[in-house]
């Protein structure tokens, strides 16, 4: 029912910026849950930040204080600020989200993932 398309990513030196957006489709009652998560080939996913309906953030500790999660509500669109990049932040970013449908029911949607790569 839901689509998440992610778009931004690109190459980028160490120490510059990159704004990523994701942008939600479909039919759904509310957004409850945004967040976006990075994977590198043989690793695990990993949660690199979140935001909740309230706005409350959360941000996986490798990335605190670099990156920044928002969302535009009216908008359906999700975006994340990279900043002060380093090389160890390549990766495939995925965007994901908790979305309550007009049944009740809250479900968890991926988008299809961006490729950030930095370099030195």
């Known amino acids: 029912q839901v689509a998440l398309v992610e778009s931004g990513g690109g190459l980028v030196q160490a120490g510059g910026s990159l704004r990523l957006s994701c942008a939600a489709s479909?039919?759904?009652?509310?957004?409850?849950?945004m967040a976006w998560y990075r994977q590198v080939v043989g690793k695990q996913r990993e949660l690199v930040a979140q935001i909740n309906k309230e706005d409350k953030t959360m941000y996986g500790d490798s990335v605190k204080g670099r990156f920044a999660i928002s969302r535009d509500n009216a908008k359906n669109v999700a975006y994340l600020q990279l900043n002060s990049l380093k090389s160890e932040d390549t990766a495939v970013y995925y965007c994901?989200?908790?979305?309550?449908?007009?049944?009740?029911?809250?479900?968890?949607?991926w988008g299809q993932g961006t490729q950030v790569t930095v370099f030195a």
């Open positions: 994901a989200g908790a979305f309550q449908g007009h049944d009740g029911y809250e479900r968890y949607y």
């Open positions: 479909g039919t759904f009652f509310s957004v409850n849950i």
